[in-house]
């Protein structure tokens, strides 16, 4: 099943309740929050303030990107806040394993993020673990890129590895979707 899921980037905080209506109001399946740090990415947005309240006025599930460089120190005050998706980036966790199984005693659906370049064959150890993986298919930091069709290729590969080690991994694609490729995405 497809799932639509918007990023909040692109709202205008300024009316950013008025936002979060109108794309739910749209049909959108789910709310995607990207969390930037200006470590890990050179962009800065919001935390968990924020997403407090996001969590207040969102009738549809909310997709935390954390795009930091200390995604740990997150993860159970969103999991306490009752974020229903969670993605942490593999180049910055060192203790991956225990960070998924974190989330899923939890109950947070926990997903791995991986940059344009990071081959998804790094994450085979662990892909039995996952709920889903979240292919950047811009460099992430900064919203409005251009997709980048090597992305093509990875999803492909990664469909063909979760085929019998996990036929229910869903497969999020973040940065560059419009109406031009989303069919073929």
């Given at each position: ?11 205008d ?10 794309v739910?109001n ?27 309240q ?20 997150y ?40 940059n ?40 492909q ?29």
């Amino acid at each position: 099943m497809i799932k639509i899921a918007p990023s909040l980037l692109s709202a205008d905080f300024v009316n950013l309740e008025k936002e979060i209506e109108l794309v739910q109001n749209a049909g959108a399946n789910i709310l995607h929050l990207d969390v930037m740090d200006g470590h890990f990415v050179p962009n800065l947005t919001f935390g968990l303030p924020i997403i407090r309240q996001i969590k207040k006025i969102a009738k549809i599930p909310l997709d935390v990107h954390l795009m930091v460089t200390n995604p740990e120190i997150y993860l159970e005050p969103l999991a306490n806040l009752g974020i229903e998706y969670i993605s942490i980036h593999q180049e910055t966790v060192l203790h991956l394993h225990r960070q998924i199984l974190l989330l899923k005693e939890r109950g947070v659906k926990a997903g791995i993020a991986l940059n344009p370049a990071t081959p998804v064959a790094t994450i085979l150890p662990i892909i039995s673990e996952l709920d889903f993986v979240l292919l950047m298919s811009v460099n992430p930091g900064f919203g409005g890129q251009n997709f980048l069709p090597l992305v093509y290729n990875k999803i492909q590969k990664l469909r063909e590895f979760t085929k019998i080690q996990n036929p229910s991994l869903e497969i999020e694609i973040d940065g560059g979707v419009n109406g031009e490729n989303a069919k073929s995405l």
